[in-house]
């Protein structure tokens, strides 16, 4: 497990996101931004990991994280999302929803935009639990069980979608560009079309049983159907919206909440997820490769999947691996990626070659070799 | 945002809110913040905190059952951990204090403070390393004190820099100081590289240095790994410091002041290394060059008579001793505990106590000393410094673990700490249920989901309400969230959140109310998709199975009325008299139910109630006709 190394930063951190890198240009990310939570004075911050003049006086690893920036924050820094190359949209615990733009000249932040209210109880403040963009549109959702739509040129919210669940919202994404997904704290994943003007969702999927509060989901980059989610018991979920009202497969993944689940952006047959229980799970997935797993070298877990129903027919060519049921016909493997044991890993975010996550220990973990 | 702590002492007032005490003294224009831990708040210390906590952890992982010689390794390695982590924050307090030199106030007092604090601490740890952990027997003792010395003596080679990169070293005014420095230290091969510009420059004395540099090359340096023996390195010794010896009687050096100091070192004449206290600066330096000229091959056990000796004979005999003297002459006693009990006077954070302790009751060097209030030192040290690490807001996280190894009272302590900890988002919520789940802390669990249902209630999230309710288990709030829903039904006619009492799943099983809750709108779905015989076996079911309260089941009577006026008969005449025999059970004897206190206006007006019951009778009447008639009727 070489080139992962703590740095240890002073405050816990609630969320890391890489600054997108150009499509056309094939770099590495070299800055990333992170959140804190707990703290009497909550920071956003952006590191730098590259060496474009913006070391320190020891970089005794290379790739040492350096703060280039920082700026205060209001209430714990619940979601951070990178609106574009300069400006990142952060959620927050007293219901704000702000805008913070990056100087590159002079390498501050500043504050362009702030809607201090979006969130909220009819007296009393409730958290902005997750933020989601497509610039120039935001989607932020919170414990108030509201969807807002907001537009970053202008002043008022766009939309708000009041009531649309009775429990907490804990996280969005789109699914399409008109299209988002919201997982809720009783296990339901409820998908919305901005084009209808009802306020109601256009299709609730949920596992039968138990109602396990989802916090995490993300779609697959390539196939707009495939959405994974993580929930309050660790188990992975992998659903198709297009069909039936149940995740299509469950792995056990981890021990406590999994907070996020990432795939791979260009690399789809890899997903990230990070637990409370301190632990960072690699997941890769391929069924064309013939060298069965325990041939592998590395530290691989093995983990059980059980599929909740054989997949249903169509062209075997465009069904994803993640769709294979049966473990026998795909192959799945799990690397831990942290070197050992920490306090719950809060974040983690995956971009090209480069993995970085945040943890409940103040410490975070770059690694730029992830073996994809 | 102050909370409700206030108390008066005379003339001042103090409040207090999560993070500090307000003082407010009559009289006096001046707000004053007190805080009972300033250390915790320091950012640079913030990363000793985590990452020792880190080693902590990794440490209470280690197997007993390993054999001990791997064990005092792993110790070993495990305190240098410790040591590096301390280092590097010093040397960041260090940066920072360099950085705001110019600033008058007194951040710079503090953390110049700071850094000198810490290293004492690192000080006194590593020399508990060399005389505890890694328990050097003699002749590798002396070697390991050296290199304490050395460490903690680092500004020699800051000097020794600048004389060498002068235009002419030997001009300098501390090049002697440099090489005498290095000289006692034990440093022989950098001293003669030193000496060997000055012997350059002196061709006429060339001799004399090369006499000096052949006695300095001599000097027998015990080798651990080495074959040879201590009686035979004592012998060795003892041959050269003879050679010495004579060199000085024969007068050798006597036309140069400087070499004969430095030989009169060599034989370890203490006069002579008296005089140089400057360059020695510290007791305990003393004490080791002492060892290393006269009783290199020093056993443990004797350290502590020449640890007294040098300390009186280097310091002023009218001064105190320091604390931090008094700490380290109690560890060359060998008194770990006066050592623990002088440390814990001294600083004002039990960090380093606990840790140091802690560590040491895992090489099994602490006597099982019970204090008077039952558990032992470890754990007390360790309690005192989460309880600590619990005011912070945000390094509370970190005392949970610490609790967890303290078997007696940890979790007592945990128990009562958790629950204080400010819930203000579901997340941190969540992650304190996590702490109390793992450790199977019943009634801690219930009383925070109680609190966040409340909470949710409150702002009238019901599904929250009823997702906090699932966690704990509790089935008293999930029927009081049911009842809520019913009220609702009763004042709009219409389910709210249908969202989720469409999709409760098996947490329907939790509270019967809530079971009826999810059954009654199932009825009212299978009714909205034409269903009828199965809304009808089901509204019945919900009476005779005595789910429905009482209470609801005129509501239900009447919800039974349009399946009754159906042109088709939809229930039976077994079906027909049990609803019959329902109406008869709630109407007969005490006449109606009293006012149920959630349905007071279901009962308000008595006539209307008549009118419907003979509506009720009617039709089930009526339906009873039906449906004998339609069960009797023989296709022919």
Known sequence: MEGINAKYVSQKISKTRWRPVSSSSLQQPDIFATGSWDNEDNKISLWSIGDNGVSGMDDEFEGDPQLVCEYKHNGDVMDLQFLDQDRIVTASSTGAVTIFRHNHNNQTLSVPQLWERAH????????????????????????????????????????????ADSSTIHAVTFLRTTEILTVNSIGQLKLWDFRQR?????????????????????????????VATGGQDGMLCIWDVRQGKMPFSLMEAHSAEMWEVHFHPSNPDHLFSCSEDGSLLHWETSSNSDTP???????????????????????????????????????????????????????????????????????????????? | NIQNQMCMLNNTFIFSNKYCDILLVRGCPFVHEVRKDEDICSPILRKLFNESHHIF?????????????????????????????????????????????????????????????????????????????????????????????????????????????????????AYWDVVISYVLQGRMDEARQVLMKQAALQPAARGMFKLLDNLLIKMPIFNPSGAQTLTEFDVKWRHWHEEVDRCLQDQSFASNPHLEVICKILVGDEDVLLEHKELLSTWY?????????????????????????????????????????SILLAAFEFDIHQVIKDCSIALNNWWFVAHLTDLMDHCKLLQSHNLHFGSNLREFLLLEYASGLFTH??????????????????????????????????????????????????????????????????NNRLGSALSWSIRAKDAAFATLI????????????????????????????????????????????????KCFSDAAKLLLSLMTAKIAPRTFWMTLLTDALPLLEQKEVIFSADQTHELMFCLEDLTSGNCLPKPDRWFPFLFQDEDIDTTKIEILRLALARNLAKAIVKEGTVEV
């Open chain 1, 120 to 163: 909220h109880y009819p007296c009393g403040k409730a958290p902005c639990t997750g933020v989601v963009c497509n610039s120039p549109e935001i989607v932020t959702v919170g414990e108030d069980g509201r969807i807002i739509l907001f537009r970053s040129d202008q002043e008022g919210v766009t939309r708000t979608i009041e009531n």
């Open chain 1, 198 to 226: 009802s306020n109601e969702p256009s299709q609730i999927l949920s596992l039968t049983g138990d109602r396990v509060p989802l916090h995490c989901v993300d779609r697959h980059p390539n196939q707009q159907h495939i």
């Open chain 1, 293 to 372: 797993s325990f041939l592998q070298g590395g530290r691989n877990a093995s983990i059980t999947s059980r599929s909740a129903i054989a997949p249903a027919g169509g062209n075997q060519s465009l069904i994803s691996a993640w769709l294979t049921g049966d473990s026998g016909k795909g192959r799945l493997e799990t690397t831990h990626m942290l070197p050992s044991q920490t306090l719950s890993v809060n974040s983690l975010d995956v971009l090209g070659q480069c993995l970085v996550c945040g943890t409940d220990g103040e410490a975070i973990y770059v690694n730029r070799l992830v073996p994809i």
């Open chain 2, 57 to 173: 952890v990794g440490l209470q992982g280690i197997r007993d059952d390993l054999p001990s010689k791997n064990k005092k390794t792993q110790f070993v390695s495990i305190s240098k951990n410790y040591r590096s982590v301390i280092r590097a924050c010093m040397e960041e307090l260090q940066q920072v204090a360099g950085k705001v030199e110019g600033k008058s106030d007194g951040s710079n007092r503090k953390s110049s403070w700071r850094v000198s604090i810490l290293l004492a601490v690192e000080l006194i740890w590593n020399l508990c390393e060399v005389l505890f952990i890694d328990a050097a027997p003699a002749g590798s003792l002396l070697l390991h004190l050296l290199d304490w010395v050395r460490l903690h003596k680092a500004d020699v080679d800051e000097k020794a820099r600048d004389v060498l990169q002068s235009e002419s070293p030997t001009e300098h005014q």
């Open chain 2, 285 to 325: 330096h003393f004490l080791v060059t002492r060892l290393l000229f006269s009783h290199p091959i020093v056993k443990p056990t004797e350290l502590h008579y020449y640890a007294q000796s040098s300390m009186h004979m280097f310091l002023d005999t009218r001064s105190v001793p320091e604390p931090l003297d």
């Open chain 2, 393 to 458: 807001h945000s390094l509370w996280q970190l005392a949970v673990d610490y609790f967890d190894h303290c078997p007696e009272f940890g979790r007592v302590y945990l128990e009562l700490q958790i629950e204080r900890v400010p819930l203000d988002t579901e997340r941190k919520a969540l992650k304190v249920l996590r702490i109390c789940e793992q450790r199977q802390m019943t009634e801690q669990v219930r009383s925070i989901c109680k609190i966040m249902a409340k909470g949710a209630l409150r």
């Open chain 2, 482 to 529: 049911s009842e809520r829903f019913l009220q609702d039904y009763c004042a709009n006619g219409a389910f709210s959140d249908l969202d989720l009492i469409d999709n409760l799943g098996s947490a329907m099983l939790l509270s019967d109310r809530l079971t009826f809750l999810g059954k009654y709108r199932e009825f009212h779905r299978l009714y909205g998709e």
